[in-house]
Nanobody
Framework: QVQLVESGGGLVQAGGSLRLSCAAS????????MGWYRQAPGKQRELVAG???????NYADSVKGRFTISRDNTKNTVYLQMNSLKPEDTAVYYC???????????????WGQGTQVTVSS
């Protein structure tokens, strides 16, 4: 059984910062790509940032220059540092990771439960 547990969401004023964390635990035999998605009310879930197992990041255009994704492979954890937050960043943020849960199995994607980020103007 694999779990992704997120933390770090909350309420912040525009221009402020938050740092999200997501730790994977359970039966883990390898983690490939990890990432953060978000879903605002009435909108589809969208990719915010992703990072490969080797540490190569990619970002949505809307967050480039403001958000930084990183990972600690020794802790099976991915982070999202969010600076210069805007009201339009308000959403539920979900962690995603491609994990192999047995030594012989394929990688499959897992999701966290989501953490609310609210940016007030």
């Amino acid at each position: 059984q694999v779990q992704l547990v997120e933390s770090g969401g909350g309420l912040v004023q525009a221009g402020g910062s938050l740092r999200l964390s997501c730790a994977a635990s359970g039966s883990i035999f390898g983690i490939n790509d990890m990432g953060w998605y978000r879903q605002a009310p009435g909108k589809q879930r969208e990719l915010v940032a992703g990072i490969t197992s080797g540490g190569t990041p990619n970002y949505a255009d809307s967050v480039k220059g403001r958000f930084t994704i990183s990972r600690d492979n020794t802790k099976n954890t991915v982070y999202l540092q969010m600076n210069s937050l805007k009201p339009e960043d308000t959403a539920v943020y979900y962690c995603n990771a491609f994990i192999r849960s047995t030594w012989y199995g394929a990688f499959r994607d897992y999701w966290g439960q989501g953490t609310q980020v609210t940016v007030s103007s």
